[in-house]
């Protein structure tokens, strides 16, 4: 029954900040909000990961660009990934 994400960099990317981190959620949960560490986020890719096949993509439940750094995504119940988050 939860879902966590963990920022576990950043960088600077051309006039852009880029940060990274993992997802993952169990207990049935499907999704839940990543914190960016951005003001506002401009774009964001996520990778599901495991030694199991996803049954979906994972999906950001947003419209971009998204102010403040929580962004909401939508996943497969008990998966876990990678995301990645551009922006200012």
């Not at 951005?38 to 998204?66: R, Y």
């Amino acid at each position: 029954m939860a879902f966590t994400a963990t920022k576990t960099g950043e960088h600077v990317v051309g006039d852009l900040r880029m940060t990274r981190g993992t997802y993952a959620n169990s207990g049935g949960t499907t999704g839940g909000d990543i914190n960016t560490g951005l003001h506002q986020c401009v774009d964001m890719k996520l990778t599901a990961s495991g030694s199991s096949i996803v049954a979906d993509t994972p999906t950001i439940n947003e419209t971009f660009p998204v102010n403040g750094s929580a962004v909401t995504i939508i996943t497969t119940a008990n998966t876990a990934g990678t995301w990645i988050a551009f922006g200012y």
